[in-house]
């Protein structure tokens, strides 16, 4: 690879930190941190959630996940509450102190997202959506940028590129599985990935086991081997009642399956000399 | 497959016939019609386009394609020359009297380039920009959604069912090749899915062997397995100087070489029983 | 590609020819000529074999097809008869006057299934069964070597080199589909792998629609996309009853769909000047 | 998955482990026990492939590796020194007392590995070689079977299936990398198998990170994600100077980085509750 994209490239030792300020602490995300973000496919009710937020909390999570405009296969299928959804969050956040991230599907819904939440999250079938990266590059919110489930890494990294080159240095990548002949589980992860873009580039970067496998007994053993191979950090779905969940719940652990891998998860990170 | 799609769906024989007017006389997409859609990957300049949309309209093509906002893997390749692309393409329509398509990225620019083109093109990158597609749709113009390049047939079914369901009948399908682990080509033309979407839906499908083989010496053989296979048309890239375009040379035919083709193309065509 | 085989590639203009030698009349794959080989997956029984074998050369095909030895992915499915399904080969060769093609799994066997059949088949899965390439290239018979589902183009070629460096210059290749995601056919025929494949090498090449595609209805459109693109002849599945066939049942057709079929590739194949 | 194979599917929480005596003592792959299995490529020369085996021995490997038959892609690369080569293995297991693993390309040849080898290898090209599975499978011999390059889990346990009817339960999995549409790296590590695997069968699970990534640099990550993810061992390419190599160069280690990858490796694996 002859590194086509310059502002993603590594150029020395150091990685970039992605520090996002909270009520309750700065996160930081790279930099020999290691986070765990958490929470549904999509915020489905203001109760639900904010009582889900903080038991996250209370078991450790660094930021909160939720979907409030959900990029759907189907157009009749649950496509997030929108607004709603964005003010859910907003109090969810009030409520807890950690930080939010939720996803951005239009270039023109990104003011009222970034209002609400902390990190913007470009997803995997919008990795090559070249107006919205460049929207969210100048929007200066940290981003997670969702690797495309038919990009190549160097793709990928381009699309970083856009993002940066708009003037926003706060990109954070998520490999969240390819799309392959494998029909047993919903894609595969690219476990590699996570080493090859720590050799090509300076961003930090997290796995989701959770669309990566599409199913919730494989999170563990495969969030595990996210912290193995280096990963910066987890993002992984969690609902309070999986089996009701309208969105996802095939992949989604339940609060007390979650407690369990979080605890396991934070002592191999720390082991492997992470801060968590 | 048990059809998620619903207006997409075929129901009987009767196939959608896809009709936009133009002054030389409403070109006919389906209903046993045969359409040549060719021009440059980008329009690059006013006076190589309109000699070259003189050129093509003498050579009989139906429809005349250029981009104007050029989706492209890296923020530093040309992207098209935007609002004088598209002046460019509204001036080739005054003087030949086709129709002319080109690609729209982003819901913000939909009204301008409805303004200037008969049909607005969503590409490959963009088949699950659910924002997009939507919006596609209510603009009431004809549309041609190019199958993503890791999109299986019902995912593209159910993306073209946006459109249908945001209020536009008027959509024409594009296999434009998918990604696999061949290498040779640039993509692989899944030459089957033409039947298959006939069998699923009513929509019109065509074929674009240039995006789908990435090689200029490819093109005329998989135009005519296309012709062969039952597609409605083909979308072909011809630039007046291959070797000196801003991109997609390797996959673009000369004048000469499109106008053989093309004859061929035509005649293969009537002896199938369609109308050119 | 910068060419690692060698005596596979093409030097000239000049392609090569196999023939084979029958009593009804030498069959030529290559050169201008184009051949169509039809029969059932698996040879399941003598009455049924010689009924639909005389019913096919009434059709007239080329070449008969039936598997004896059958490689499948359970070894709890049907394996074909075996020893016997060879003598009824033989026998239908013996009644019919026609050259006959059947799969060899086993170097142990190339004795036996060259001493009844006159071309052998190398199947998909044993693409890269090297053992087998040169045993088979020993063997002196002429070769029908499949593409492996999962192959390159590249690789293919180097498959076939291996037979031709064991001294065996009679090997006809075979486009059979790709393994993709698309999960609605069975494989993806990677249609332009004709063109490729002539441009590269001097080798016949045929395409197999039947296996391509897994199901029947599109069957007949993929095997005139087949003749359009160049391919040098078809291989096709055909059971005097589909829906009782022990194997590939769903991809088969019955004698009366393929006659209709013959006599439509036929006359499209001599209009693009090949001799049938 | 509704289990097509009979004999590899799990029944209950009891795991198989595979038993392989030898001179320093028996060596167990499942059942909780790591294990680690190591060597060249190929062996290319009785010297180096004897002092390589005995630092490995030293450094603590259980079982050594080496190929004696080598599959190629292309008839004119090193395919192993066949005979010669198995005597050189016959000799290290003696020096060290540690059992050894070759691959078997040709049921013809089992007979004579299995005079030299503890373990036979049926590769990943010959996945799908159904008369060498069954061969292997009758000769009672311990096997590795690795993972086609292109194989569904389903088809991978069916192969299995197929030894295991053969009359030898003595089957250990290697999952190897699947082909993708990455390029960066040679195959793209499933690293979820081995979960799959484990829910879905008894057999024991190892991964091979040198063939799965294609590069050295990443074989360590690798390596410890399948101890994360719950593998019961690795296969590893080590070369004494791997730029030498006559073939894997690129992805082998040397001697002192395999020796560090081991120490964590093994403290890995003893943390997880492993016996190494």
């Not at 904010?50 to 996250?56: I, K, S, Y």
């Not at 405009?69 to 409520?95: M, N």
């Not at 609060?255 to 979080?262: D, G, H, N």
């Amino acid at each position: 690879m002859d590194r086509p994209f310059v502002l993603a490239s590594r150029k020395d030792g150091q990685g970039t930190t992605v520090s996002i300020p909270a009520a309750e602490g700065t996160v930081h995300i790279g930099g020999g941190h290691f986070v765990v973000i958490a929470g549904p496919c999509a915020v489905e009710g203001v109760e639900a959630y904010l009582a889900l937020a903080r038991r996250l909390k209370q078991i450790g999570v660094h930021v909160l996940r939720g979907g409030a405009f959900k990029p759907r296969t189907s157009p009749y299928s649950f496509a997030g509450l929108g607004l709603e959804g964005l003010e859910i969050l907003a109090e969810a956040r009030r409520q807890t102190g950690l930080p939010v991230v939720t996803e951005v599907l239009d270039p023109r819904d990104i003011e009222q997202v970034a209002a609400c939440a902390d990190l913007l999250q470009v997803g995997s079938r919008n990795m090559q959506n070249f107006s919205l990266l460049s929207e969210v590059g100048r929007s200066g919110k940290p981003v997670i940028l969702k690797r495309g489930f038919s990009a190549t890494i160097e793709e990928w990294l381009l699309a970083a590129e856009y993002i940066l080159a708009a003037g926003n240095p706060q990109v954070v990548l998520c490999e969240r599985g390819i799309r392959t002949f494998e029909t047993y589980t919903r894609n595969t992860v690219d476990i590699a990935a996570v080493p090859v873009v720590k050799e090509l580039s300076h961003l930090p970067v997290i796995i989701d086991p959770s669309h990566g496998t599409g199913r919730a007994e494989l999170v563990r053993p495969v969030a595990k081997a996210g912290v193995a191979v280096g990963a910066d950090g987890l993002m992984i779905e969690v609902h309070h009642c999986p089996s009701c969940a309208l969105s996802d719940g095939q992949q989604s652990l339940d609060p007390l399956a979650f407690a369990a891998l979080f605890a396991e998860v934070r002592e191999m990170a720390q082991r492997e000399g992470r801060r968590v």
